[in-house]
């Protein structure tokens, strides 16, 4: 499975933007798909992620703020961000977790696409 993100880019704080995450195939059964941010010179950290059965979890840096979603149809994850900050400034990278056949559980990664807040 490959996942491709997009949407990311420079913007103002205070200002949107909404990424997307396309999965090049279905799988047999989805746990989690999630969103992952990684500023300059730290770790990997989560920023949203929605279950199988669309429950959300949020960081609290960004709860009230961001608002990840799931398009089943189209097999694309989004990630709704508004009122940004610079500390939201990252590569972000979407994931997702789950069963390839009946056994077979894999992780899957983006390439990651970058969002920058001016300020």
């Known amino acids: 499975v490959q996942l491709q993100a997009s949407g990311g880019g420079l913007v103002q704080a205070g200002g949107s933007l909404r990424l997307s995450c396309a999965a090049s195939?279905?799988?047999?059964?989805?746990?989690?798909m999630g969103w992952y941010r990684q500023a300059p010179g730290k770790q990997r950290e989560l920023v949203a992620a929605?279950?199988?059965?669309?429950?959300?979890n949020y960081a609290d840096s960004v709860k009230g703020r961001f608002a990840i979603s799931r398009d089943s149809a189209k097999n694309t994850l989004y990630l709704q961000m508004n009122s940004l900050k610079p500390e939201d400034t990252g590569v972000y990278y979407c994931?997702?977790?789950?069963?390839?056949?009946?056994?077979?559980?894999?992780?899957?990664w983006g390439q990651g696409t970058l969002v920058t807040v001016s300020s």
């Open positions: 994931d997702l977790e789950g069963y390839i056949d009946p056994w077979s559980w894999r992780e899957f």
């Open positions: 929605i279950t199988s059965g669309t429950r959300t």
């Open positions: 195939e279905v799988i047999f059964k989805i746990n989690a």
